[in-house]
Every structure is written in structure tokens, then in C-alpha cells.
């Protein structure tokens, strides 16, 4: 049972263009939400997060919302930049002892 | 700060046989975890540690997986005997408190190919 699903294995955009990235769960216990970004060979990194009590948090080009009510987020980067190209994974969490449950991804390539 | 270092980060065995994976977390932190990720998925928790105790191993095939973190440190994961299907990459995360306010820090992790 696959609890949060990101439905756009890719994503093609312009440098300097915004990148918007969609991910919805489905268990509504979920109070965490995080973005993590992996480039090949390596381990995930920590991007950005937000609470169940927040709608939008904001860290520089990246912005992430939250819509409880349609049990959806988004991660907007912007403007997108070549170093950006990676796979972004978004992860959710209950508010107990933080097993992260992950998408499968979205390979996100920035063209000049 | 150093990260979280895993070894070794490539293994080809054959099915059948043993293959063990070592991680050092972050110093400092109490909780470690241990992720299967197969290729096109996202990662999949297989067991969560606090200090050296086991917090969650319900997705863990424990019938040919074990872990342990003996001392509250590093941490071992093993199986024995593989099968074609264990083929992955195997991710070690650590962060300071489990929580899902936490976010997790990992290694570049182990990539096994079963034959």
C-alpha cells in the first residue's frame, strides 16, 4: 500500500523557469511532511519540510505547500538551476517516532 | 561535521550466500535506521534503533535479515541467505531523536547485486 505517491516519475524545465514538484498521501496521521533530493551514487539530502499546522514554508529558491484538505503538497523551486537536476523524493511522517514514508520519486532535469 | 559512513558501498554475491553492511552514524546521534531501496521506488524503512534499542522492524524480512547496534553506535545489517529479489541499495539514515520533526541524515549507502 503505497501511502504517498509522487505520480510524475519526471520533470523537464528551463533554467531560470520555475519547477513545480506534486506528491499526495493518503493517511491522514501524517504531521510531517519533508522533500529530500538525491543525486546518483549518493544518499538522500534533507531539502526542506513542514508541519501539519503550516500551509507554506519557505528556505531560499524553495518553497514547499501544504493542502490538508486535499492531502496534497508541492514543492516549488524557483528559478531553477543546472545543479538542481536530481530526483526528489517527499517523505511523510505521524507525529511519533518519525518512520518516514517515502514516494518514488521525481527525476527533475534542468536544461540550459 | 563528518556524515553517516556505510561500507562497503558496492557487493555482487551470488543468491544463497551471506553479505553484511557496516554504518557509523552521525556522533551524537541516538537514532539509525536502515532503508532497502530498490531501483524506481523510493526508500523502504526496514529498522529504526534508538540508542541500541529496536523502535520499529515490522517491514523487516526477519526469516534471512538481522541488525544490530551494539554500544549505540555503529550498526550491522545482515542477510543470510540472499535471494535475487534483495537486490538494492541499502541506506543507513541517523538523526539526533527519532520524530518526524527530525530530518535524516544518510550515507551514499551499499549497492548489492544478488546473482
Known amino acids: 500500500d503505497q501511502q504517498v505517491k509522487q505520480n510524475s516519475p519526471s520533470l523537464s524545465v528551463q533554467e531560470g523557469r520555475i519547477s513545480i514538484l506534486n506528491c499526495d498521501y493518503t493517511?491522514?496521521?501524517?504531521?510531517?511532511f519533508l522533500w529530500y533530493k538525491k543525486y546518483p551514487a549518493e544518499g538522500p539530502t534533507f531539502l526542506i519540510s513542514i508541519s501539519s499546522i503550516k500551509d507554506k514554508n519557505e528556505d531560499g529558491r524553495f518553497t514547499v505547500f501544504l493542502n490538508k484538505s486535499a492531502k496534497h503538497l508541492s514543492l516549488h523551486i524557483v528559478p531553477s538551476q543546472p545543479g538542481d537536476s536530481a530526483v526528489y523524493f517527499c517523505a511523510a511522517s505521524p507525529n511519533s517516532w518519525g518512520k518516514l514514508q517515502f514516494g518514488a520519486g521525481t527525476q527533475v532535469v534542468v536544461t540550459p | 561535521e563528518a556524515g553517516v559512513a556505510q561500507s562497503p558501498r558496492y557487493k555482487i554475491i551470488e543468491k544463497r550466500q551471506s553479505v553484511a553492511f557496516w554504518c557509523n552514524p552521525i556522533s551524537g546521534h541516538a537514532t539509525l535506521y536502515w532503508y532497502q531501496q530498490i531501483l524506481g521506488q523510493g526508500p523502504k524503512l526496514l529498522i529504526q534503533?534508538?540508542?541500541?534499542?529496536?523502535?520499529?522492524d515490522s517491514q523487516l524480512p526477519k526469516d534471512r535479515f538481522s541488525a544490530e547496534r551494539l554500544k549505540g553506535v555503529d550498526s550491522t545489517l545482515k542477510i543470510q541467505p540472499a535471494k535475487l529479489e534483495d537486490s538494492a541499495v541499502y541506506l543507513c539514515a541517523s538523526s539526533l531523536e527519532g520524530g518526524g520533526n527530525q530530518p535524516q541524515h544518510f550515507g551514499d549507502g551499499t549497492r548489492l547485486s544478488i546473482l
Open positions: 534503533f534508538q540508542n541500541n534499542g529496536v523502535v520499529d
Open positions: 493517511n491522514s496521521m501524517f504531521d510531517y
